[in-house]
């Protein structure tokens, strides 16, 4: 049992990142085999529309660290994804994870990667309360897990968050992340 974490925040070590950790040390105490995917630490780039995986070929035509991501989503058995809450919504590298997924999808928008997946979803925001993370949450239960044929497991969110540290004010914050961890398992 697999379960990987992509951290998309900008900001290495900051709230969303430590989120995602909290459950997949959840889902590691549940016998898991984590792995935590930060973004900052990769070269992927924004997908440029510009087709080449409908039309022959079956994987992007971009060679960057896409290309790891999408072996490590394929390969895994359950995700959580972790995101702040830009503007209202998630932040531009989360949807440039997302979009770049376009390749994980057949012409006929079949799935090249096996359906079923366990998908999680952690978010933070400062200022922001529940109305702010539910359309965000029903984007990634319809939208995403709908799409990729992944069994939507739960969001964990914490508001007033700015600090990097922040998260450490609420304790039970982990606690709750750590019983999402265990449920991807
Ligand atoms: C460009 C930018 C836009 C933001 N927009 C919002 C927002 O619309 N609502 C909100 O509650 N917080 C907003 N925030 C605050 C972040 O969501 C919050 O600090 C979050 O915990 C950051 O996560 P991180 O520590 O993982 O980077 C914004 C932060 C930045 C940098």
């Given at each position: 049992?697999?379960?990987?974490?992509?951290?998309?925040?900008?900001?290495?070590?900051?709230?969303?990142?430590?989120?995602?950790?909290?459950?997949?040390?959840?889902?590691?105490?549940?016998?898991?085999?984590?792995?935590?995917?930060?973004?900052?630490?990769?070269?992927?780039?924004?997908?440029?529309?510009?087709?080449?995986?409908?039309?022959?070929?079956?994987?992007?035509?971009?060679?960057?660290?896409?290309?790891?991501?999408?072996?490590?989503?394929?390969?895994?058995?359950?995700?959580?994804?972790?995101?702040?809450?830009?503007?209202?919504?998630?932040?531009?590298?989360?949807?440039?994870?997302?979009?770049?997924?376009?390749?994980?999808?057949?012409?006929?928008?079949?799935?090249?990667?096996?359906?079923?997946?366990?998908?999680?979803?952690a978010?933070?925001?400062?200022?922001?309360?529940?109305?702010?993370?539910?359309?965000?949450?029903?984007?990634?239960?319809?939208?995403?897990?709908?799409?990729?044929?992944?069994?939507?497991?739960?969001?964990v969110?914490?508001?007033?968050?700015?600090?990097?540290?922040?998260?450490?004010?609420?304790?039970?914050?982990?606690?709750?992340a750590?019983?999402l961890?265990?449920?991807?398992?």
């Amino acid at each position: 049992m697999k379960i990987i974490g992509i951290a998309t925040s900008p900001r290495k070590g900051g709230n969303s990142q430590k989120l995602v950790e909290s459950v997949l040390a959840g889902a590691k105490d549940a016998g898991a085999e984590t792995e935590l995917i930060c973004l900052t630490d990769q070269n992927i780039h924004p997908c440029i529309g510009c087709g080449d995986c409908k039309s022959g070929h079956d994987t992007c035509a971009q060679k960057d660290d896409m290309s790891m991501l999408y072996e490590k989503i394929a390969a895994a058995d359950g995700i959580i994804f972790g995101a702040p809450i830009y503007f209202g919504r998630l932040n531009a590298q989360a949807y440039m994870v997302i979009d770049r997924m376009w390749a994980l999808l057949n012409p006929d928008f079949s799935l090249r990667i096996p359906a079923g997946k366990k998908f999680a979803v952690a978010l933070t925001c400062g200022p922001g309360d529940a109305k702010t993370i539910q359309p965000m949450e029903q984007y990634f239960q319809n939208t995403v897990c709908g799409i990729f044929g992944f069994t939507y497991a739960g969001t964990v969110w914490q508001n007033q968050l700015m600090s990097p540290a922040d998260l450490e004010k609420f304790p039970e914050k982990i606690t709750e992340a750590n019983e999402l961890g265990k449920r991807l398992v």
